[in-house]
């Protein structure tokens, strides 16, 4: 069975530039997350999606940061315009039952913001 | 807010050797867990634990509930090359809580 499938692994962009990451979460799995994991820590909940609906974004910056998942599956967060602060990974992450103990992560996109 | 305190932040062992690490919280949680997170990698569940006092193991691998609930260790018997990573520690009070994580305890195993 295939895992989560995140692209691109790496992005380096200038500030003030737009960057997408995008996620495939494993077949079946309803429930879909992202996550913030910055150098040092451990990752931080930015949204979580039940099939399509935004169910939890209260740690989602919603100046510059942007998250859809149209049909239920797939799902892209954006960042517009990014700032050197952004320089992080992140991670994307889906669950059969919708509980966060049994959510299995993708290997993340780093992103370099220079 | 919650926050949890994983200790030490690094170690440096030799092959064969047995770790230790913990995790504090600054609140009550009913469910902890353990991760290890390779290189490029997303951390991957260890081991779960989800009642005061329990001790649960994988393999090489033991994990402990501690009894008031603000803690939690992870023990590693006879390492191995392939232990090297970051382990993480996580939390929450409730079922459909978020878990927060912990800073991460980063294994290096000296050749």
């Known amino acids: 069975e295939a895992g989560v499938v995140q692209s691109p692994r790496y992005k380096i962009i200038e500030k003030k530039q737009p960057v997408a990451f995008w996620c495939n979460p494993i077949?079946?799995?309803?429930?879909l997350y992202w996550y913030l994991q910055n150098l040092g820590q451990g990752p931080e909940l930015l949204i979580r999606?039940?099939?399509?609906?935004?169910?939890?974004d209260s740690q989602l910056p919603k100046d510059r940061f942007s998250a859809e998942r149209l049909k239920g599956v797939d799902s892209t967060l954006k960042i517009q315009p990014a700032e050197l602060g952004d320089s992080a990974v992140y991670l994307c992450?889906?669950?059969?039952?919708?509980?966060?103990?049994?959510?299995?992560f993708g290997p993340g996109t780093r992103l370099t913001v220079l | 807010g919650q926050q949890l305190n994983q200790s030490p932040q690094s170690m440096f062992i030799q092959e064969g050797e047995d770790v230790s690490m913990n995790c504090t919280s600054s609140?009550?949680?009913?469910?902890w867990l353990w991760y290890k997170q390779d290189p490029g990698e997303g951390p991957v569940l260890l081991i779960a634990?989800?009642?005061?006092?329990e001790l649960t193991s994988n393999g090489r691998l033991t994990a402990q509930f501690g009894i008031t609930r603000k803690d939690s260790f992870l023990n590693i018997s006879a390492s191995i090359p392939s232990d090297v990573g970051i382990y993480f520690c996580?939390?929450?009070?409730?079922?459909?809580?978020?878990?927060?994580f912990g800073k991460g305890t980063r294994l290096h195993i000296l050749p």
């Open positions: 077949s079946g799995h309803n429930t």
């Open positions: 609140s009550i949680f009913n469910t």
């Open positions: 999606y039940e099939n399509e609906e935004a169910v939890d």
């Open positions: 996580a939390g929450r009070m409730n079922r459909d809580d978020k878990i927060i």
């Open positions: 634990l989800y009642k005061a006092g």
């Open positions: 992450a889906s669950s059969l039952t919708g509980y966060f103990d049994e959510q299995f």
